[in-house]
């Protein structure tokens, strides 16, 4: 009987034992599976969602616990996506916002990035395009620069030294020597302007239209009137486009401006920035270092034009899901700091970077260094069609130029309508 009584008690020991050890080892797997975080990263550049992607799968392989999910909206979907994320319940944790007047309206979920490590090395000119109501909200993605794209190798077939460009007048004779040697030199026109997107023409106006708010953003955000300060050479550079431009104007697209026009020769030069850099080495490796070359708008004309500067996208981190914050920064800060990240956002993503720290020796080519130095000089200067009133590129200012590029509307009647379309959407959207 006393066997019998230990051997049961043997039995109902081990299976105690059992079961704690199940339930401990249950516990152990719950709580690692609650410690695994899912970010979800909204991006409004398709071109580098590859890259982000690749970015992603760096930082999980060095912190198993934290999925990055990029969704990716662009091509001038991306702000209606957005909203559509926030409506919906699904508000993303990182966020890639265009201009201030996108910021403006996520604020309330935004927080304040000020004490980010990864803030501290942010290129001092380009802080104030992510600040809302004094809070720095956003970081920027990149450090862009905008101008005429111009290739070296039809410069050089019509003997053009554009290192000698200094100032509109010898421009337009650059343009018109170009145009009179056209069978020579082989190109359909001088310019390839891609007159069929509004957001490439917002990118020109902010030529002529940048200057006047001295690269003070929140200034350009806040301006309840169009500036027209520089009107007289914004009409001279637009008729020079409506009559130097591969026609019809109103046809040529964004891609096959840059990727068969300007690529393949067919034109001297295009309107647009540093952001054509990957899609040009891709199609050519050693195509940029070798081809091409950037030159400014002269606009005060007075030798000290230089390439407007500046960053057209920041990234803010939503205050939506609080457990996820402080994944959200470390990511954050990682991408801005960390050796593995530079190399991806420098040599893959060719991006000209927004920070100081990283290695700017290591640019893949010259123009890239070039502009480094022009956006980080205290002569800097930021371009504003972000901080247009949001609608205003599709709704007003890109419709109406292109009615002005096809003589569909007099400069006045422009003036007119556009004026009037700023300022009534500055209005309705500032709520005074």
Known sequence: ???????IAKLTFILSLSLIVLTCCSFSSQKEKDS????????????ITAQYQKLARMYHAKHPNVNIQITTSGQGGG???LQAKFASGEAPDIIMLGGLPEIDRYKDHLINLKDLKASKNIVPNLVSG???????????VDLEAYGWSYNKAVFAKAGIDASKINNYSEFLKAVKKLN????KIGIDAVFGFNGADTNSIASVSAQFTSLPYNNNLVKAFKSKTFPWKYERQMKNYYDLVKKY???PILSVK?????????FNGKVAMIPQGNWIIPTLDGLEKGYVQKNLGMLPFFVKNDGTDRLLTGSSWYLGITKDHPKRQKAAKD???WMYTSKEAENVIINEMRFVPATKNFDVSRLPDDLSKQIYRIGTSKNAQSPVHKQYPNGFTNEALGPYIQRYFVNGISWKELKKEISAKYRQLREIQSGE
């Open 180 to 183: 009179s040697e056209k069978k």
């Open 245 to 247: 431009n591969v026609q």
């Open 254 to 262: 964004y891609d096959p401006s840059v990727q068969d026009l300007f």
């Open 1 to 7: 009987m006393k066997k019998r009584f230990f051997k």
């Open 331 to 333: 990511f954050i800060n």
């Open 36 to 47: 695994k975080i899912t970010l979800n990263f909204f991006n409004q550049k398709p071109e």
């Open 79 to 81: 702000a209606a996506a």
């Open 130 to 140: 992510g600040i809302s109501n004094k809070r720095m909200v956003g970081i920027p």
